[in-house]
């Protein structure tokens, strides 16, 4: 019901936009999320975004490079990601929290996963 494209491979300093298109379901009252996934290391949050897009959360690693928006009108949740570094390098999950108006930090609040898209920054 969630579906993660964008990622591919880029230069350190460039940019690629990530895209979660939801369908199945009306994901315009959830809160959503970003989370990223690296080899050997625990999925760690990215960026959130409460249910009316007014309220948003960076992980001090992305803050200042990294977007997260909607659109309602598509379904669709997006990460703007500029000036990528190598420790960037990932498996990007989207995932929604049905049950939280405000944006949420916590993992195990999310109850709808998206597949992941690989994001791989080269130096």
């Known amino acids: 019901q969630l579906q993660a494209s964008g990622g591919g491979l880029v230069q350190a300093g460039g940019s690629l936009r990530l895209s979660c298109a939801a369908s199945?379901?009306?994901?315009?009252?959830?809160?959503m999320g970003w989370f990223r996934q690296a080899p050997g290391k625990e999925r760690e949050l990215v960026a959130a975004?409460?249910?009316?897009?007014?309220?948003?959360f960076y992980a001090h690693s992305v803050k200042g490079r990294f977007t997260i928006s909607r659109d309602f009108a598509k379904n669709t949740v997006y990460l703007q990601m500029n000036s990528l570094k190598p420790e960037d390098t990932a498996v990007y999950y989207c995932?929604?929290?049905?049950?939280?108006?405000?944006?949420?930090?916590?993992?195990?609040?999310?109850?709808?996963w998206g597949q992941g898209t690989q994001v791989t920054v080269s130096s």
């Open positions: 975004i409460s249910w009316s897009g007014a309220g948003t």
């Open positions: 995932g929604a929290d049905s049950s939280s108006s405000s944006y949420s930090t916590a993992q195990y609040e999310y109850d709808y």
């Open positions: 199945g379901r009306t994901f315009s009252r959830y809160a």
